[in-house]
């Protein structure tokens, strides 16, 4: 028997499974008695739950106890994998079921955290929740499940997912230049005081009642909410309404989590990590935007360039660039790193107003520095900081410096820096992979 087929005889709960839907939901693991003894989330009702009668689920370790206690299995149908992920939460910490008690004990597992005690309360993912100030989530059984719900949720309410500390009342914010979120509609950026503190607790508490479960009646009062504003013709509040009704009546299309989940590094604090690149970087500020620029070779031939965006120390996927090397014939690093870096500021150029990263990581060494460097001299719009991180002994080059930058291998300064280039470096061997799959089936990239 292979680990794809069916224990023999199924049991009737097994039996049930193959009645579930093809939808997103949560399923309840009950024992003998009835009660529920596992709860979890699952894109695909039917797929997911069927898994744990199949051979392979009985005999892993980690599955095995919680199989032979299966007696019945019920579902909960959720509008989107989001809806999914948020249900499954709520259940975890108020049934407390057997299974997952390692889950709601272990403090390491993520949550979502509003701090509802600032003038503008950030929402953030987190591993550490604070004792007191904020309102929590979760625990969440999984964190890239976790990180794509909020970018999806933060495309509705536009909440700021940064650590600034903001007061209305200080006039500075003012002249505070908003993050890359702004420029795409994704944030009304209080750090620049585009928005007033109680509109912006308003749509918190909406975030809030959205993520206790109460979706029908929140769109019932934001449908009000929108008529209201349109008679006092207050039609940019009304606009703003409709839209953010109009998202969360399509979640389900716009919530799928495999579009939006960011990688995971367990080991970089990006926290940690920007205000060490403040320090050996000599920046006023941290840095908030970071862009990482890497190059891979097709069949030794043709070349493709990845860019990824960083916002405060972590991934940022809609800020992700792919290029496909145009001007160069052959295996030439140098040159291609000056077509990528034309390309990119090229656009920044012609796009006021997009944000410059703070700083360029070229994955490299000396030559690719001076390749980038020779670019970014001619452009009218550059970053404060260009350097590239050579791989082996992880030296960074900065383009006003003959020696190489040497932190120690523990600094979170270079973990970061590490985090970003590799991350480039992945991203750019993915699409080299995906042209050379289509390149072996026939296919052409655009």
């Not at 059984?141 to 209305?168: H, M, W, Y």
């Not at 260009?386 to 979170?412: N, Q, T």
């Amino acid at each position: 028997m292979s680990d794809g087929e069916t224990l023999p005889e199924p049991s009737p709960a097994a039996l049930k499974v193959r009645s579930f839907p093809h939808k997103p939901g949560v399923y309840l693991m009950k024992d003998e008695a009835g009660r529920v003894i596992y709860v979890g989330k699952a894109k695909d009702l039917r797929n997911r739950a069927g898994s744990y009668f199949l051979k392979a689920a009985a005999v892993d370790p980690r599955t095995a106890q919680l199989v032979r206690e299966i007696h019945d299995i019920d579902y909960l149908e959720a509008e989107s994998e989001v809806d999914a992920v948020l249900m499954e939460a709520r259940l975890i910490k108020d049934i407390q079921p057997k299974f997952n008690r390692e889950l709601k004990d272990d403090k390491t597992f993520p949550y979502l955290e509003i701090h509802v005690r600032e003038d503008f309360p950030r929402v953030i993912f987190t591993r550490e929740p604070r004792e007191r100030g904020t309102k929590l989530y979760g625990p969440f059984t999984s964190p890239r499940a976790l990180r794509g719900a909020i970018q999806v949720l933060q495309k509705i309410f536009k909440f700021r997912t940064c650590n600034l500390d903001i007061e209305e009342n200080d006039p500075r914010w003012r002249w505070f230049r908003p993050c890359l979120l702004a420029s795409i509609n994704q944030c009304t950026a209080p750090c620049n005081l585009r928005i007033g503190k109680e509109e912006y607790r308003q749509v918190i508490r909406r975030l809030q009642r959205f993520l206790d479960g109460q979706k029908r009646e929140l769109l019932s009062e934001m449908r009000r909410e929108m008529k209201e504003a349109a008679a006092a013709l207050r039609f940019e509040e009304a606009a703003r309404l409709r839209d953010e009704i109009e998202y969360l009546e399509k979640l389900d299309e716009r919530g799928k989590l495999d579009v939006h989940v960011q990688p995971e590094a367990f080991h970089v604090d990006s926290r940690k990590g920007l205000a060490g690149l403040q320090k050996v970087l000599r920046l006023s500020d941290p840095p908030r935007v970071i862009e990482g620029m890497d190059i891979a070779h097709l069949a030794g031939s043709e070349t493709v360039a990845g860019v990824v965006q960083f916002l405060d120390g972590l991934p940022f996927k809609p800020g992700y660039k792919r290029f496909r090397i145009r001007s160069v014939q052959s295996v030439d690093d140098y040159a291609s790193i000056r077509e990528v870096v034309h390309r990119r500021f090229r656009r920044l150029q012609e796009d006021a107003e997009e944000p410059l990263p703070d700083v360029l990581l070229i994955d490299g060494g000396k030559g690719q520095l001076h390749a980038a460097m020779a670019v970014l001299h001619e452009m009218r719009r550059r970053p404060a900081v260009v350097l590239a991180l050579a791989k082996r002994e992880e030296e960074i080059h900065l383009p006003d410096s003959a020696e190489p930058l040497r932190l120690s291998r523990h600094s979170f300064a270079l973990r970061l820096l590490q985090y970003v280039r590799d991350e480039a470096h992945r991203f750019a061997q993915h699409y080299h992979h995906l042209l050379r799959k289509r390149s072996a089936l026939g296919g052409k990239d655009r």
